[in-house]
């Protein structure tokens, strides 16, 4: 019940925040409290995240490639569903391929041979469907540890909880096709991918922290550009910064 009345009251937000002349994708809802969490968030990354990025570069080339693969396709799960909702039929195709394909004759997606038979994963999550929709993404703000976000993309955060088959059977406690998992997995999932990230990302944060005048400025519009790429299905800009969001 508490669940329903959450979401009830995110989409109600979510609609008032998107119809209203005042918002727009660039104005924030609460920016001096936003700028506190992000300095937090930062001294997070530099105390506890970048070191570990740092030491998991040091893996063999062929255990870091087969995590980042393994953690790309649990994310690539979310994209089925979503990619139904968006109607895009070629996306779900793909996902869909690409996720059993990996999930068997690649060792539960340790290696990748969709993607060498021309299977293309992608990563979709329903606050992309809803800007597929043409709702706007409401104001900006930063949320601890999660990061960057705005309103339509934290409803988004919600409802893939409900989506996600990962996130069904671990953190929902369900049983998909005979297979369950549990809180632990789950998250250790989620900081694998941050790790796997932050650790090809390692020279391009640096470089931003150098040249940056407002860091804080920089990371939203980095952020708020990746979105409405990945709304658009543009590839532009993803060699480099890959899933800002996660």
């Known amino acids: 019940m508490a669940s329903k009345r959450i979401?009830?009251?995110?989409?109600?937000?979510?609609?008032?925040?998107?119809?209203?002349?005042?918002?727009y994708a660039a104005d924030e809802?609460?920016?001096?409290?936003?700028?506190?969490?992000?300095?937090?968030?930062?001294?997070?990354?530099?105390?506890?995240?970048?070191?570990?990025?740092?030491?998991?570069?040091?893996?063999?080339?062929?255990?870091?490639?087969?995590?980042?693969?393994?953690?790309s396709n649990i994310s690539t799960l979310l994209s089925i569903p979503t990619s139904l909702l968006q109607g895009n039929f070629n996306q779900f195709a793909h996902s869909t391929g690409s996720v059993l394909i990996n999930s068997t004759f690649g060792i539960l997606g340790f290696l990748?041979?969709?993607?060498?038979?021309?299977?293309?994963?992608?990563?979709?999550?329903?606050?992309?469907?809803?800007?597929?929709?043409?709702?706007?993404?409401?104001c900006y703000f930063v949320l601890p540890i999660l990061g960057p976000t705005t309103v339509r993309d934290t409803l988004g955060l919600v409802v893939d909880s409900y989506l996600d088959p990962f996130a069904h059977i671990t953190i929902r406690e369900k049983e998909l096709f005979n297979i369950s998992g549990n809180n632990v997995d789950y998250y250790s999932v989620k900081g694998a991918t941050a790790v796997d990230f932050r650790s090809n990302n390692i020279k391009n944060f640096d470089s931003l922290e150098k040249n940056s005048l407002d860091l804080y400025s920089s990371f939203k519009s980095i952020y708020l550009q990746d979105r409405s790429n990945k709304i658009r299905n543009s590839s532009s800009g993803q060699d480099d910064?890959?899933?800002?969001?996660?």
């Open 7 to 23: 979401i009830k009251f995110l989409c109600l937000f979510l609609i008032i925040s998107s119809l209203s002349s005042k918002i």
């Open 29 to 71: 809802c609460f920016e001096k409290a936003s700028r506190s969490i992000f300095k937090l968030n930062m001294v997070l990354d530099n105390v506890i995240i970048e070191p570990i990025a740092k030491g998991y570069n040091k893996l063999p080339k062929s255990l870091k490639d087969g995590t980042g693969n393994f953690t």
């Open 112 to 138: 990748d041979p969709a993607k060498k038979i021309g299977l293309k994963s992608s990563k979709e999550d329903f606050g992309q469907t809803l800007g597929s929709y043409g709702l706007g993404p409401g």
């Open 241 to 246: 910064w890959g899933n800002l969001e996660n």
